[in-house]
């Protein structure tokens, strides 16, 4: 998305990923953690970036995103 971006957060990732070096040092075996997806997903909008490309970002994008970008 031009002026923006969707992906994971990737602070929250991290966090789930302490209790999985936890398991490994307590002797669990790495192909025995079962394999996680993200869960929360984060929506940035760069109004800036988006006014320079000619775009109108809508109200409610800019609404719903976790952060914009003025």
């Known amino acids: 998305m031009a002026?923006?971006?969707y992906g994971v957060d990737t602070v929250e990732v991290f966090h789930r990923s302490a209790s999985y070096i936890d398991r490994i040092l307590r002797g669990g075996q790495?192909?025995?953690l079962p394999v996680q997806e993200p869960t929360k997903f984060e929506l940035v909008v760069n109004v800036k970036i988006a006014k320079a490309l000619g775009l109108?970002?809508?109200?409610?994008l800019l609404a719903i995103a976790d952060e914009v970008i003025e």
Do not use: C, K, L, R
């Open 3 to 5: 002026g923006g971006a």
């Open 30 to 32: 790495p192909a025995d």
């Open 56 to 60: 109108e970002v809508p109200p409610t």
